[in-house]
């Protein structure tokens, strides 16, 4: 039969096993909590990006469109003026002309601004990214602990109190295969 002795060591064994899983439950409830707590943020500061980032580009549009209509008034003015000076020929084709072109030249800016604008987000979007990926790296979740060792520690500690009880002249209680 089992002794105190086996039945110690068995009961640690088992005990070491819980003791070691708690642990590990404990560290990766923290790790989930550090990653749900990481995803939430990630959440918030995408759709603070997406939001800037729509306003930005309205705004930029409404620039383009403003931009637009000056300059159609622009000319519509240079052509009533000249109109009603009865002015014509090359002179009033090339301040049309200019006005065209600086018409061009501002939406062209403006379309600049709109790739900016785009290439930020894109940069803002990948940083968050990253920082969502550094919040999953900087907490891997832990396997447990194999029960096979708890198991191992019954085992031997069974082992070892039918060797003692061997030694004190008794027989085995263990199957002739595990002896």
């Known amino acids: 039969m089992c002794d105190a ?41 995408t759709g603070v990006a997406q939001e800037d980032f729509q306003a930005n580009m309205r705004a930029q549009n409404q620039s383009e ?30 301040t049309i002309a200019a006005i065209v072109q600086a018409g061009a030249r501002n939406t062209v800016r403006s379309k600049d601004q709109e790739a900016v604008l785009d290439r930020q987000y894109d940069a803002q979007a990948r940083g968050l990214q990253k920082n969502l990926e550094q919040v999953y790296a900087s907490n891997p979740m832990q396997a447990g602990p194999n029960p096979l060792g708890a198991a191992l520690g019954i085992a031997g500690a069974t082992v070892g109190a039918n060797e003692r009880n061997m030694d004190a002249g008794g027989n085995s209680f263990l199957p002739t295969f595990l002896t």
């Not at 110690?8 to 550090?34: F, T």
């Not at 000319?75 to 090339?94: F, I, P």
């Open 5 to 45: 002795t086996a039945a110690l060591q068995g009961a640690k064994a088992v005990s070491e096993y819980q003791e070691e899983r708690k642990k590990i439950d404990a560290a990766n409830a923290a790790a989930n909590a550090s990653i749900v707590s990481g995803r939430e943020d990630y959440n918030y500061q």
């Open 65 to 94: 469109f403003d931009i637009i209509l000056a300059n159609r008034a622009a000319k519509s003015t240079a052509v009533t003026s000249a109109a009603s000076s009865g002015v014509t020929g090359k002179s009033v084709t090339d």
